[in-house]
């Protein structure tokens, strides 16, 4: 029993005695030259895992929904992100802006996050240290 106790003992110091937060949270902004985005439909933000090759894990993502300012916060787990470089995806339905009346009801809207909408095309990166993040993401100018 002696034993056991050592054991969960230090199990709980090793706990609290860490070099401090081991998880992110996340909240930023997305502009283009300096100009706040703002999503005027639904608008996801995907960060992916990138992995130790390179390459951005698919099966695996955490999402944030973009607002109208151009600000999103990561909410879901209560927030919580593990720290590590990401690769962001930017996925947007339903139509921007009002319709064209002259355009054919067949014409799909323009997708204003092209280049950024799927893991093969964006080059956007983000990278996520333990503590809270407030990122700037600007489109103009991807790290990848």
């Not at 608008?43 to 607002?67: E, M, Q, R």
């Not at 151009?70 to 690769?87: D, M, N, Q, V």
């Amino acid at each position: 029993m002696t034993i056991l106790l050592r054991v969960v003992a230090v199990g709980v110091l090793a706990t609290f005695a860490g070099c401090g937060p081991t998880t992110g949270t996340l909240k930023g902004k997305l502009v283009k030259d300096g100009v706040p985005v703002g999503a005027d439909g639904l608008v996801s933000l995907n960060f992916y895992p990138i992995k130790p090759d390179g390459t951005a894990d698919p099966n695996n993502a955490y999402t944030a929904g973009l607002n109208g300012e151009g600000t999103f916060e990561f909410l879901a787990s209560t927030g919580i992100i593990p720290p590590g470089k990401y690769r962001l995806v930017i996925r947007a339905a339903g139509q921007y802006g009002p319709p064209d009346p002259k355009a054919p009801k067949s014409k799909k809207a323009p997708d204003r996050f092209a280049g950024f909408s799927t893991l093969a095309e964006s080059k956007l990166t983000v990278t996520v240290v333990p503590g809270a993040n407030d990122l700037v993401i600007d489109l103009s100018k991807p790290e990848g």
